[in-house]
């Protein structure tokens, strides 16, 4: 059995639904038939809605950048669920490496999260990945596989199956400095070992993990063509639609 790839386009703080609009009518035309892989846009949470009208009927999926893990209630600022489902959300980004710098999101906060999306029938996307000053320190293993371990706990393998983990190392987010296709999977095989050692071997073999950071079209098809990087998590490059195209149709 072989993973379908998922490919996702991270649009971060960028264009309203005005501009969405217009993204995802150049989209359209470029991405017709993507059987072979799952394609996914996550806009900002203003643009979701009109983003998913223009979608519609196309193969391309809606997915939010984050959600918070209670459904309603005191919580300004947030978005729950359910919410996301009902105009058409399907998948989410969970554990971004900015949420986690910039804005203090822990683990075990991802973890809530994660549980919540999972509860409600969304599909996620957990990030994960070193700084360079851990790279450079040889803590690799223990960081990405210590994130794995308490963002994925408690999960059953039915749930392990529905979660997509994204492999971002954060200098190479938005750096134009990309992990080679050997440092990347090198990352990833740990990372299914793990998930073998903690889901089962059949569980493991069915999740699909992405790599994240500066893919471009030009270095696509070299990291995906990795036994064990199943797509990409794609920041910069998808919001110019024929880079994302690019990234997609990367063989
Ligand atoms: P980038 O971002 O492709 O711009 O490096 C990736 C991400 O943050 O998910």
């Not at 994130?147 to 199956?161: F, H, P, Y």
Request: aromatic share 4%.
């Amino acid at each position: 059995m072989t993973r379908k790839r998922v490919v996702a386009g991270n649009w971060k703080l960028n264009l309203g639904p005005e501009e969405g609009i217009g993204l995802v009518q150049e989209l359209l035309p470029l991405l017709t038939d993507e059987a072979k892989c799952d394609v996914v846009i996550c806009p900002p949470y203003l643009t979701l809605s009109d983003a998913g009208k223009a979608l519609q009927g196309s193969q391309i999926e809606l997915g939010a950048q984050n959600v918070h893990w209670a459904e309603s209630g005191a919580f300004t600022g947030e978005v729950g669920p359910s919410m996301l489902l009902t105009i058409g959300c399907r998948w989410v980004i969970l554990g971004h490496s900015e949420r986690r710098q910039l804005f203090g999101e822990t683990d075990e906060g991802v973890n809530q999260r994660l549980s919540a999306s999972l509860a409600a029938g969304l599909k996620p996307i957990v990030c994960i990945g070193e700084t360079l000053e851990e790279r450079d320190a040889g803590r690799v293993e223990d960081v990405v596989l210590g994130q794995l371990d308490r963002s994925l706990a408690g999960l059953t393998s039915q749930q392990a199956t529905a979660t997509t983990v994204a492999y971002e190392p954060v200098w190479a987010i938005g750096t134009g400095r990309t992990a080679t296709p050997e440092q990347a999977e090198e990352v990833h095989a740990m990372i299914r070992n793990r998930l073998t050692a903690t889901f089962g071997e059949d569980t493991a073999h069915q999740m699909r993990v992405q790599y994240g950071g500066s893919v471009k079209p030009d270095n696509a098809a070299e990291l995906f063509g990795q036994e064990n990087i199943d797509g990409g998590l794609i920041g910069g490059a998808s919001l110019d639609a024929e880079s994302f195209a690019a990234i997609v149709h990367a063989r």
